[in-house]
Nanobody
Framework: VQLQASGGGLVQAGGSLRLSCAASGRTFTNYVMAWFRQAPGKEREFVAAIRWNGGSTYYADSVKGRFTMSRDNAKNTVYLQMNSLKPEDTAVYYC??????????????????WGQGTQVTVSS
């Protein structure tokens, strides 16, 4: 499994960014795909997840109502639309994949596959 994250950048507070994660290497029909983030000096934390079958989503409280995760089956790609960004959203964002997990899997060790990170910086 290969995951390729992209779309990070520098944005002012209140702005928007869309992250993409292109997945390859197998069929992801029984997978949960997720985004995590890690800010400097902090542990990597769960942000959002989506079930590949059906598209159900689950969000951390800190991003609920601002971030939206979606997927495009034809492109084997998941997205994280981030609106109303805050300086505290600044972090390296990682996409991850887990087979056969429940949607609310939020621990790092529940995910077997990881992409490289993409930096998101929100200026005040």
């Amino acid at each position: 499994v290969q995951l390729q994250a992209s779309g990070g950048g520098l944005v002012q507070a209140g702005g928007s960014l869309r992250l993409s994660c292109a997945a390859s290497g197998r069929t992801f029909t029984n997978y949960v795909m997720a985004w995590f983030r890690q800010a400097p000096g902090k542990e990597r934390e769960f942000v959002a997840a989506i079930r590949w079958n059906g598209g159900s989503t689950y969000y951390a409280d800190s991003v609920k109502g601002r971030f939206t995760m979606s997927r495009d089956n034809a492109k084997n790609t998941v997205y994280l639309q981030m609106n109303s960004l805050k300086p505290e959203d600044t972090a390296v964002y990682y996409c991850a994949a887990a087979r056969g997990k429940i949607l609310s899997s939020i621990r790092n060790d529940e995910y077997a596959y990881w992409g490289q990170g993409t930096q998101v910086t929100v200026s005040s």
